[in-house]
């Protein structure tokens, strides 16, 4: 395949939903202007549209939102329960979808825009890990360098990486490793620790309610441990949901002291209920963490942000029921503190535990690491980036620099106008940026902007030698 006549190319680095919410909404902009367009779609496994939030097989695996507000097209809020009804799925908008459905859904939404867009503008998917972005100037097109060799010339670059890798594995002696898992979203992941044996979870967020759900489900006697340093589980979603409460806060700059005062004191006003106060708040969160400073933003990370987490991103109440079942029972058991050594051991792993709930040494089959996002400078491929002065991590390294328009700010803070990103990346600069909402949101912004920038003149394309690089579809697909 070769490049579409005249058309520009758009390389979208991260193929899960951010990267094909980009891709749609590329498709749909591209068509109203007229712009021919070719995106290349770059995801490491292969899940496109799916990436690791919903490629799970699992059914029990639910989203975490209603599916009232989880449509892939924020222009119409109905799109994905017409196309569950579609398919065979009685829901309703308060229900709460498996993520596998809502993957073949987010598949169905990108198929459709390539079906609608055509002729002139279309994508294509590539498997691969992106290594390096190189660039000749400024204002000149990227290069997309991949793990395999292949090179992907584009006339702007769009991060979809997702959320960085987990923190750092725990001390692990000679013969440990076999039996640790250190992304259990990777491919084939939990397949691997399906032998009935204790799992001991680093942590107790989302990732550890589903490996809970998933393990003892395959194995009912199998005991799961969940261990993380204040034992926090993640609130469960009430049914009715409760209307949005608006919190009255002063206007200017603000205090993190006098914002969690505010917030205790609606929540108070709202007779104790919280759901209603932390919806209210949600959308406002990018405008008021904007407007804390440097040293406050990392004040509530330390102190405060775990708390907002399991209150922010609830769980569904059929998933919250089998938690509890499964405490009720034993088979989960809530630990605070933290993995401090695994080694070989009866059944697997001896790991050492110490903290508040210290327990000394427990024997398990499996030790996966659940943890959050660590530093976005332990990624490979942003830390490349940041050594060539492509691109600035965050003041809080929870991801990467930009300006309100979604343009990476490189070395020197001067906006990149062929590199953008969105969603998780963003962290660091509105804090409320993983969830659906959020970055269908951001890529309807994003996409005018990418199609004005390579429509409005692009310089030449890079050479090597005597000739030019070939297309993005081209060169991925014949390596």
């Given at each position: 395949?070769?490049?579409?006549?005249?058309?520009?190319?758009?390389?979208?680095?991260?193929?899960?939903?951010?990267?094909?919410?980009?891709?749609?909404?590329?498709?749909?902009?591209?068509r109203?202007?007229?712009?021919?367009?070719?995106?290349?779609?770059?995801?490491?496994?292969?899940?496109?549209?799916?990436?690791?939030?919903?490629?799970?097989t699992?059914?029990?695996?639910?989203?975490?939102?209603?599916?009232?507000?989880?449509?892939?097209?924020?222009?119409?809020?109905?799109?994905?329960?017409r196309?569950?009804?579609?398919?065979?799925?009685?829901?309703?908008?308060?229900?709460?979808?498996?993520?596998?459905a809502?993957?073949?859904?987010?598949?169905?939404?990108?198929?459709?825009a390539?079906a609608?867009?055509?002729?002139?503008?279309?994508?294509?998917?590539?498997?691969?890990t992106?290594?390096?972005?190189?660039?000749?100037?400024?204002?000149?097109?990227?290069?997309?360098?991949?793990?395999?060799?292949?090179?992907?010339?584009?006339d702007?670059?769009?991060?979809?990486?997702?959320?960085?890798?987990?923190?750092?594995?725990?001390?692990?002696?000679?013969?440990?490793?076999?039996?640790?898992?250190?992304?259990?979203?990777?491919?084939?992941?939990?397949?691997?620790?399906?032998?009935?044996?204790?799992?001991?979870?680093?942590g107790?967020?989302?990732?550890?309610?589903?490996?809970?759900?998933?393990?003892?489900?395959?194995?009912?006697?199998?005991?799961?441990?969940?261990?993380?340093?204040?034992?926090?589980?993640?609130?469960?979603?009430?049914?009715?949901?409760?209307?949005?409460?608006?919190?009255p806060?002063?206007?200017?700059?603000?205090?993190?002291?006098?914002?969690?005062?505010?917030?205790?004191?609606?929540?108070?006003?709202?007779?104790?209920?919280?759901?209603?106060?932390?919806?209210?708040?949600?959308?406002?969160?990018?405008?008021?963490?904007?407007?804390?400073?440097?040293?406050?933003?990392?004040?509530?990370?330390?102190?405060?942000?775990?708390?907002?987490?399991?209150?922010?991103?609830?769980?569904?109440?059929?998933?919250?029921?089998?938690?509890?079942?499964?405490?009720?029972?034993?088979?989960?058991?809530?630990?605070?503190?933290?993995?401090?050594?695994?080694?070989?051991?009866?059944?697997?792993l001896a790991?050492?535990?110490?903290?508040?709930?210290?327990?000394?040494?427990?024997?398990?089959?499996?030790?996966?690491?659940?943890?959050?996002?660590?530093?976005?400078?332990?990624?490979?491929?942003?830390?490349?980036?940041?050594?060539d002065?492509?691109?600035?991590?965050?003041?809080?390294?929870?991801?990467?620099?930009?300006?309100?328009?979604?343009?990476?700010?490189?070395?020197?803070?001067?906006?990149?106008?062929?590199?953008?990103?969105?969603?998780?990346?963003?962290?660091?600069?509105?804090?409320?940026?993983?969830?659906?909402p959020?970055?269908?949101?951001?890529?309807?912004?994003l996409?005018?902007?990418?199609?004005?920038?390579?429509?409005?003149?692009?310089?030449?394309?890079?050479?090597?030698?005597?000739?030019?690089?070939?297309?993005?579809?081209?060169?991925?697909?014949?390596?």
């Amino acid at each position: 395949m070769g490049r579409v006549s005249g058309s520009s190319t758009v390389a979208v680095v991260g193929g899960g939903a951010s990267g094909a919410l980009t891709a749609v909404h590329l498709l749909r902009r591209a068509r109203t202007c007229g712009t021919a367009l070719e995106v290349a779609l770059i995801d490491q496994h292969g899940r496109h549209a799916t990436g690791q939030a919903y490629s799970t097989t699992d059914p029990h695996h639910l989203l975490n939102a209603r599916a009232d507000r989880m449509s892939a097209l924020e222009d119409d809020p109905g799109h994905l329960l017409r196309w569950a009804r579609e398919n065979g799925l009685e829901a309703t908008g308060s229900d709460f979808l498996p993520r596998e459905a809502y993957g073949r859904y987010l598949r169905h939404v990108l198929e459709t825009a390539q079906a609608q867009a055509s002729p002139g503008r279309r994508v294509t998917r590539v498997t691969g890990t992106v290594r390096a972005l190189t660039q000749r100037g400024h204002d000149r097109p990227v290069r997309v360098r991949l793990a395999d060799g292949r090179e992907i010339d584009a006339d702007a670059v769009v991060l979809a990486t997702g959320n960085p890798a987990t923190a750092a594995r725990p001390p692990l002696a000679d013969g440990a490793e076999t039996r640790y898992v250190a992304d259990p979203w990777a491919p084939g992941a939990l397949a691997g620790i399906g032998d009935g044996a204790a799992v001991l979870v680093m942590g107790t967020g989302l990732t550890m309610v589903d490996i809970a759900v998933t393990v003892t489900r395959a194995f009912p006697e199998t005991t799961v441990y969940a261990v993380s340093r204040r034992g926090l589980l993640p609130r469960r979603h009430r049914c009715p949901f409760p209307p949005p409460v608006d919190v009255p806060l002063a206007d200017g700059p603000l205090r993190l002291a006098g914002l969690l005062r505010d917030v205790r004191a609606a929540v108070r006003d709202n007779g104790g209920d919280w759901r209603g106060v932390v919806d209210g708040l949600r959308p406002r969160v990018p405008d008021l963490w904007a407007r804390l400073s440097v040293d406050d933003q990392r004040r509530f990370l330390n102190l405060a942000a775990r708390y907002w987490e399991v209150h922010r991103h609830r769980i569904p109440p059929a998933t919250a029921s089998r938690v509890a079942e499964l405490r009720a029972t034993g088979r989960l058991r809530v630990l605070r503190g933290q993995v401090s050594a695994a080694a070989p051991g009866p059944g697997g792993l001896a790991v050492r535990v110490g903290g508040e709930d210290a327990v000394g040494e427990l024997h398990v089959g499996w030790l996966v690491n659940g943890t959050g996002p660590a530093s976005v400078t332990r990624d490979p491929f942003l830390a490349r980036l940041f050594a060539d002065g492509l691109a600035r991590p965050d003041p809080l390294r929870l991801g990467l620099d930009a300006d309100a328009g979604g343009s990476v700010l490189d070395a020197s803070g001067r906006p990149n106008p062929r590199i953008f990103t969105l969603g998780p990346p963003l962290r660091g600069k509105r804090y409320e940026t993983t969830a659906i909402p959020e970055i269908r949101a951001q890529a309807a912004a994003l996409a005018p902007r990418l199609v004005e920038v390579i429509a409005s003149g692009a310089p030449a394309p890079l050479e090597r030698g005597d000739g030019r690089y070939p297309s993005a579809a081209s060169r991925a697909l014949l390596g």
